[in-house]
């Protein structure tokens, strides 16, 4: 019997390609008729049938079965995050249209769909409103009944389970929304709401929706106390109005405008301010000369507005009144001048926010009294002598050469305290009253003017300077040609 069934399986064996997968089929064969004497019925019948698909799997598969199963650590990941922004956008007769945002965290394998469930309100059973789940963040719950409340809330889904649902805060009435509800914010109040304390705090928000929203104000997360603010709505704008505005209202308020589980948000910013107090620990630290230094600290109390500046304002013993020295000080430390020798003098120091001035000052607790010193006179007997000096000539006289006829002139600059004695000569000679030579001085620049010359005029022209320190001169050469 061994030899037939090799016979027959050497026209396979030319495959060989596999030389595993036949190896292991030509054994089991031989071995069938061997084994029947041992084991008969249990091992050519199991591995009989899936001998020709899985013959060369089937021996290592009982060792190889338990391997795949430590793979099962994928359900260990965790599911994703709660969808965001849940929110309702429209809703109809017979069905609501939902929207939402996906989740922060989606896990390793990703979100798979979103699941939408509902239950009527007063009912603790949730039912599922869509069959499968789908990626789409919006979604429209159908076949609904009018008049009916219902929760909703959405899963988002993966291989890792299930989100935490997200669920909207109030229950859904389901009811045509011809318009969905929009506030429509003033520009002058989408920016801080300035009001002085006694003032009146007047603002009109219209808004828009069908059918009639729900208005609904809060500060805190808190209702308003309707004793002191009034509120009173319409079908398209709603008014906050507040007599006399106190300190205390300033915050933000936040307006919600509902209608069903549809709505729109704004906050308005409001801010009440007052005029500050005074500047605190205001000091005298010194007097020098005509000069007084002043210190202090902010107030405090800024009356719930920034401190733009200090105003800074002196007052002498003898006429008592009140002057400003500085406006607008932005440091908390000054130098006030110019203060009159003799007089004595108090200051005082007024904080300056948005509103304006505060109320009190804050005055020195002691006075600046200004002394006569004999060292005032000192600075004007110096300059006197540093100024004398002689004649000295900056800017020399230059030769010259004009023609008959024409009026020429010569010039020079000196310079010299006291002023000096200008004389103008001519070869040697002074040159008098004469009605032909004019001469001047001006910021020290000497000028002759020789009116009309001649060929007589030429000759060396010079200019002396004199003063009580001494003497300086210059002199060119003026040559006069006869017309050609």
């Known amino acids: 019997k061994k030899e037939p069934v090799p016979t027959p399986k050497e026209e396979p064996a030319p495959a060989p390609a596999a030389e595993e997968p036949p190896a292991p089929e030509h054994p089991p064969a031989t071995e069938q008729p061997t084994a029947p004497a041992d084991e008969p019925a249990p091992v050519p019948t199991a591995e009989a049938t899936p001998a020709p698909e899985e013959g060369p799997l089937a021996p ?12 099962p650590e994928k359900p260990k990941a965790e599911p994703p995050s709660s969808p965001l922004s849940l929110a309702v956008e429209e809703v109809s007769e017979n069905s609501v249209t939902l929207t939402w945002k996906a989740p922060e965290q989606t896990g390793q394998s990703g979100v798979d769909g979103y699941v939408v469930e509902i239950c009527k309100d007063g009912s603790t059973d949730w039912t599922v409103a869509n069959e499968e789940p789908f ?10 009944s009018s008049g009916d409340k219902i929760h909703v809330r959405v899963k988002a889904v993966s291989a890792s389970g299930a989100s935490v649902p997200a669920t909207l805060a109030q229950p859904v009435l389901i009811r045509e929304i011809l318009q969905l509800p929009r506030i429509r914010m003033p520009r002058h109040l989408r920016q801080t709401y300035v009001r002085r304390v006694g003032d009146a705090v007047n603002m ?3 808004f828009q929706g069908k059918p009639q929203p729900e208005v609904i104000w809060t500060k805190g997360d808190q209702p308003l106390d309707t004793s002191h603010i009034n509120i009173r709505n319409t079908e398209k704008d709603t008014i906050f109005y507040i007599r006399e505005a106190q300190s205390s209202d300033s915050g933000k308020y936040e307006l919600t405008v509902r209608i069903n589980g549809a709505e729109d948000k704004a906050t308005v910013d409001i801010r009440v301010i007052e005029p500050p107090g005074p500047p605190q620990n205001l000091k005298l630290v010194d007097v020098w000369g005509f000069n007084v230094a002043l210190e202090w600290t902010p107030p405090v109390d800024n009356g719930n507005s920034e401190i733009k500046g200090y105003t800074v304002q002196k007052s002498d013993k003898k006429s008592g009144k009140w002057f400003t020295a ?9 130098t006030i001048s110019d203060l009159i020798i003799g007089n004595t003098y108090s200051f005082r120091v007024f904080a300056e926010n948005a509103c304006g001035l505060s109320e009190k000052a804050a005055v020195t607790s002691g006075v600046a009294h200004i002394k006569k010193t004999k060292t005032a006179y000192q600075p004007e007997k110096i300059p006197q002598r540093d100024m004398m000096e002689p004649p000295k000539f900056t800017q020399p006289l230059t030769d010259r050469t004009t023609t008959r006829g024409y009026s020429t002139h010569l010039f020079c600059c000196v310079r010299g305290f006291p002023q000096p004695k200008i004389i103008w000569m001519k070869n040697q000679m002074e040159i008098r009253e004469d009605p032909k030579y004019i001469a001047m001085i001006e910021q020290g620049v000497c000028s002759l003017e020789i ?3 001649n060929p007589f005029d030429g000759g060396i022209y010079t200019c002396k300077a004199v003063n009580p ?3 300086a001169s210059v002199d060119c050469k003026l040559d006069v040609k006869g017309k050609i």
Not at 60 to 71: C, I, R, S
Not at 326 to 334: A, D, G, K, N
Request: proline share 18%; with cysteine; net charge positive.
């Open 204 to 206: 009109m928000i219209p």
């Open 60 to 71: 290592p598969a009982e060792p190889q079965a338990p391997a795949p199963e430590p793979k």
């Open 469 to 471: 320190l001494g003497e």
């Open 326 to 334: 500085l406006e607008r000080c932005t440091r908390t430390s000054c």
């Open 451 to 453: 009116r009309k010359p």
């Open 135 to 144: 990626l789409s963040t919006r979604y429209t719950i159908q076949d609904l």
